[in-house]
Structures are given as C-alpha cells and as structure tokens.
C-alpha cells in the first residue's frame, strides 16, 4: 500500500489544489468526490479542443481507468489514460499515464512520459520541480538513447516497436540491456544492436548498409508529410502503439503483441456505453478472518483466522483456525464462478473441534461442510464475504459437552473479510 502512495501521489496532487497530495485517485471511493477531480482536469480551459464532446468523453474515459486501476487491472487501465490524452491533450492527464507505467514497471515508459509533460507548454509550473526530481530519480535506473538516422528521413524500430518516421534523430529512454534497432527506408531495412547501461547517456548514428536488406515486415509506406527533424519518443517501444508520427498523442495498448486492449469509449452522444468489468490479472493469496455464526447453542459464535490460497484463478484452499468456547481448525476448498469485482462461490470442507467431554475423555468431532458465498471486491487488496453453510459431524453422537449432546448437524453461515497481497 506504501508503494501505491508514492506511485500514485503525484497524479493525485497535480489535480486540484484542494485534493491532498498523499492520497492517490485509486484510494477515493467517493464517486461524487472523484467526479469532481477527473472534472477539474477535463475541464481545464487552458488545454484547448475542438470537439465539444472531447470533455465529457475524457471523464468518462478517466473515470474508468480509475475503477480499473483499483481492481490492478493495468492494461485497461492505461488504454482508458491514453484515450482519454488522444481526445484531450491535458499534460495533468500525461502524470496518471506515468504512475500507471510504474506501477507496471515500466520506468523507462514512464520516464519518457513525464518528460513529454515537462515539456508541454501546457504544463503548469506547481508540479514542474517535483517531476523533475523524479525524472533525474527515474534517470539513474535506466539509459537516455539518441539515434541519429541516415539517411535524413528514414524509420526507426526499436525494440520490435512500430516503425517511426524520424528526419535527423530520436531521443528516448530505454531500458538497461540489449536492444535491437531497425532502419527502414523504402524497401531496404538494415538492424544494429546496442547494449546500455544504467544511468547512461548513449548516441548512436545508425545507416541503412550496403549489404542486402534485411526482410521488412511489410512494404514501408510513403510518408504523407515531411517527417519531423526531432523525434522525443513516447511510448514506441513494446506493447504500446502509436500512429505514424512519433512526436503525436495517439498510442494504443496491446497485452501480448497480439491484440490491441480495448479502451472503455463513450458513444457519439457522450453516454458511455455499457462496460464490462475487467478483473486483475491473477488473484492472489490473502489471509481471512471470519466471524462463524455456529448453529450448536454452545458452540455459538467462533472467530476464525487463516488463509486463502489460489492454486488457479478459480480453484483455491482455505486453512483456519478457530475459537469460541473450544479450539477448532478448518480444511477447506472454494471453487469461484467469476474472479471479477462479485465472485460468487460454492465451497467444500472439514471442520474440526477439539474438546473434553463430561467423562472427561478427549474429542475431535470431525465433520463436512457444503456452502454456498459471495466475495464483494472492494479493491485490489480487500474484500468481503458471506457464506450460507450446512456442517454434519460423523464420529460424536450422544456425546456431552457440559450437560449437552454435541448437535451433529448444524447451520452455520460465515461472513469475513480477506486481505490479498
């Protein structure tokens, strides 16, 4: 969670001033509340548009990307960020594309995304110390790359990204390691491979060679335009897309090089269209703590505390152990119908008690479990549960606990809460 403040604070605070810069967007899960912050930044009449409808699309857009970030489904989340930038160029929207490409990971992205917001003459000054800071910061971990083309105007690919018309040169952030550069112009293509290291400034001149071409991927097309002289390239490497000119706003996200990640579009009329919940990439371990509502009149009530671990997305085990007038320990299984924001469920297990009986003999009423639940995701991390369960115990007839037959049937419903890494 310390991380997510940290990744996520500069976003938060470069909104309004009102907003305190501590708490990211994905913690305020007041919908009227961030409403009023995605608001401010679509509405900022200092960033100019054309169509009318861009604002509101933008908010929607946003708003979205907030809800996806919140349940870690990056991805989504970052193809809402950069659809909601190819309709309102806000440079305040270009600092959650940034938090986002950490979160991911992604610092070379990410660095390259804040320098394109230090430069936007959009830009104002209240933020600009701060993300130089964490520019420089970001600088140290990975290699400023400037490649300079010849001839003038041919296209560059790095790293089995798109192809970038570029005129003399291209600067952008990289990684530490190997990488692979391509040079294309017409129907010769020609490729060098650098290593970089941290904190490194590199400046390379890459030229089509004499030798044969190495084999397009297709037919280079005939540029339009001119291509510009400077190239500051933002997001062209990867799993990010941009349209043919490097320095423009529009970029695309595809999750496995194969199919690009849909954004969640308002319709022409700027009603958003019905959306389908997108759930995190994997579910993960977590630790319960339940509140059991036993059925036996002694027994009562039992708290219960232990894990839950996903051997897949779907199919998980349970281990508890349990206290109310006796120790208890439970062995269980779930099986998840949906792993998205409901997950509805149904269950298996074994529970156990452990007890001295009125002849003073020890006993472990060993017994099965069948129910039925509901876990509610409130983010990436919390949830809520409820489980309706019938139990039946095996091996304690006519046994007394204080004066009492242990009941060996019983309904006892659960409700809990899991913290999930």
């Given at each position: ?207 089509l060679q004499d030798e044969a071409p190495i084999a397009a991927p297709s037919p280079a097309p005939t540029p339009a335009t001119k291509p510009p002289e400077q190239v500051n390239g933002w997001l062209i490497q990867g799993r990010t897309y941009g349209a043919a000119d490097g320095n423009s706003r529009e970029r695309h996200v595809k999750a496995d090089y194969s ?163």
């Amino acid at each position: 969670m310390i991380r997510k403040l940290v990744v996520f604070s500069i976003a938060a605070a470069s909104i309004v001033r009102a907003q305190p810069a501590d708490v990211p967007l994905t913690e305020i899960h007041d919908d009227a509340k961030l409403a009023e912050i995605l608001t401010a930044i679509t509405q900022d009449p200092a960033v100019k548009v054309d169509d009318p409808k861009a604002r509101s699309a933008a908010t929607a857009l946003m708003t979205e990307g907030v809800k996806r970030l919140q349940v870690e489904a990056y991805d989504e989340a970052l193809a809402d960020f950069l659809a909601a930038y190819n309709r309102l160029p806000s440079p305040k929207i270009l600092l959650d594309i940034a938090s986002t490409l950490r979160e991911m990971g992604r610092l070379a992205d990410a660095a390259n995304t804040y320098q394109r917001y230090l430069t936007d003459p959009a830009t104002g000054a209240e933020r600009v110390a701060e993300v130089k800071k964490l520019l420089l910061a970001l600088d140290e971990q990975l290699t400023i790359l400037t490649v300079r083309v010849q001839p003038h105007g041919s296209e560059l690919s790095i790293d089995a990204g798109p192809f970038v018309p570029v005129g003399s040169w291209l600067q952008t952030r990289v990684r530490p390691g190997p990488h692979a550069i391509r040079i294309r112009k017409a129907a010769a293509v020609s490729e060098q491979d650098l290593n970089s290291f941290e904190g490194e400034t590199k400046d390379i001149t890459i030229a089509l060679q004499d030798e044969a071409p190495i084999a397009a991927p297709s037919p280079a097309p005939t540029p339009a335009t001119k291509p510009p002289e400077q190239v500051n390239g933002w997001l062209i490497q990867g799993r990010t897309y941009g349209a043919a000119d490097g320095n423009s706003r529009e970029r695309h996200v595809k999750a496995d090089y194969s199919h690009e990640v849909a954004a969640y579009v308002p319709d022409e009329t700027a009603q958003l269209v019905a959306a389908t919940y997108i759930a995190p990439e994997h579910v993960t371990p977590g630790a319960v703590g339940q509140i059991r509502i036993d059925g036996n009149h002694w027994r009562g009530f039992a708290l219960g505390l232990g894990i839950v671990y996903p051997v897949t997305d779907s199919f998980h085990i349970e281990i508890e152990g349990m206290k109310s007038n006796v120790w208890g320990a439970y062995l269980g299984a779930r099986y998840l119908f949906l792993t998205g924001f409901l997950r509805p469920y149904a269950a298996v297990g074994l529970p156990l008690f452990f007890f001295t009986d009125d002849m003073n003999d020890n006993q472990v009423a060993v017994g099965g479990r069948l129910a039925g639940g509901l876990e509610l995701v409130i983010n990436g991390h919390f949830s809520i549960e409820g489980e309706l369960g019938i139990e039946h115990y095996f091996n304690v007839a006519n046994v007394l606990y204080k004066g009492q037959t242990f009941e060996q049937t019983a309904f006892a419903p659960t409700v809990g809460v899991i913290g999930r890494l």
